[in-house]
Nanobody, 124 residues
C-alpha cells in the first residue's frame, strides 16, 4: 500500500509560478512511476506529467510541456511539480498518482494509488 499526500496548491496570477509536492509513504518507490493528473471544473481528469522513480525519465502532456517540470527527491520520497508561466486554463485540482511499473504511462487506469488532490487556481 502506498499513501500519497499532495500539498502546495493555492491561488496565483497568470504568468506566475507555483510548486506543488506529493509525499509518498508505505513502500519504497524504486519501481514506481509517479504521475501528476489534473481535473478542471466540468472536465475529465487528464494526464499532466510523470517521472520514473527508477530511471528519472519524464513525460509531459503537450499542454504543459516547456512550462512544467516534474522532479523527485529520493531521500524525501517526494515528487514535485514546478509550474511556471501559469495560465487560467491550468486551474484544476492536481492529483498525485503511483503506478507499480518501470515504464511511464499516461493512462489513469494504470495507476494504482491516488492522493486526495490539491487545488491550483490561476487568476487572469
Amino acid at each position: 500500500q502506498v499513501s500519497l499526500v499532495e500539498s502546495g496548491g493555492g491561488l496565483v496570477q497568470a504568468g506566475g509560478s507555483l510548486r506543488i509536492s506529493c509525499v509518498a509513504s508505505g513502500r519504497t518507490l524504486s519501481r514506481y512511476v509517479m504521475g501528476w493528473f489534473r481535473q478542471a471544473p466540468g472536465k475529465e481528469r487528464e494526464f499532466a506529467a510523470a517521472v520514473s522513480w527508477y530511471s528519472g525519465s519524464t513525460q509531459y502532456a503537450d499542454s504543459v510541456k516547456g512550462r512544467f517540470t516534474v522532479s523527485r527527491d529520493n531521500a524525501k520520497n517526494t515528487m514535485y511539480l514546478q509550474m511556471n508561466s501559469l495560465k487560467p486554463e491550468d486551474t484544476a485540482v492536481y492529483y498525485c498518482a503511483a503506478d507499480n511499473s518501470y515504464s511511464i504511462t499516461t493512462t489513469q487506469a494504470d495507476y494504482d494509488y491516488w492522493g486526495q488532490g490539491t487545488q491550483v487556481t490561476v487568476s487572469s
